[in-house]
């Protein structure tokens, strides 16, 4: 019976990532509606992109290094789809094949902090501190704060150095009390032109994944 469950799960695994991998490409993001502000200026993150295009990005956020994301990596390989891995600093320092792996597949590389830190529980210049140590290691542009959580000030000096991308669909893989069908179905459901689809590679979220 766990034999017969295993593949169920796999199954809908590679179903969840093969309906959004055929369409996946980069897309040129648009800001987003809802407007981070502080003295008087706006620092819009990217919330989508184009919502015209047929096109979606699949956006992974790395934070344990696990056998999981060697699992994602071959369904996009088979796929001929590139994603976005938002990678923690310190586990491109404990797993750095997997991480050079990520770069020589041909998938980019954004800065998801070195500690995975809520900024809302940060001071300005710990939260700068923890996402250049991870930048140090990660050389790239683009950075999604952990669980959404920034402050107006913390994005807008952010803002100076990386493009502020956050997502419009969630697929909630993480959330132990939805099933992988109803994990399927948040995302199909939701999906649009231009889309920025979340995952996560952590191991409650691969039964959903």
């Known amino acids: 019976m766990k034999k017969i469950e ?15 991998a055929v369409a996946i490409t980069a897309v040129c993001f648009l800001k987003g509606d809802v407007a981070l502000k502080t003295d008087g200026k706006s620092y819009a993150p990217y919330y989508n992109g184009n919502r015209n295009s047929r096109k979606v990005a699949i956006m992974i ?11 994602m990596l071959a369904v996009l390989k088979d796929k001929g789809a590139k994603a976005t891995f938002f990678c923690l600093g310190k586990n491109a320092e404990m797993h750095p094949e997997l991480f050079q792996r990520i770069v020589a597949e041909g998938h980019r590389i954004g800065n998801h902090t070195y500690s995975h830190q809520k900024g809302w529980r940060m001071s300005l210049e710990g939260y700068l501190e923890d996402v250049e140590f991870a930048n140090n290691l990660l050389h790239t542009d683009l950075f999604r704060p952990p669980y959404g959580q920034i402050t107006p000030t913390q994005a807008r000096r952010l803002s100076e150095h990386y493009n502020l991308i956050m997502w419009d669909v969630l697929s909630q893989d993480y959330n132990r009390r939805i099933s992988p069908r109803l994990c399927l179905r948040n995302v199909t459901k939701h999906v649009k032109g231009g889309s920025i689809v979340v995952f996560h590679d952590s191991l409650k979220s691969y039964r959903n994944m």
């Open 6 to 20: 295993k593949r169920i799960v796999n199954s809908v695994s590679a179903v969840i990532l093969c309906i959004i």
């Open 61 to 71: 956020n790395v934070y344990e290094g696990s056998d999981v994301v060697k699992e």
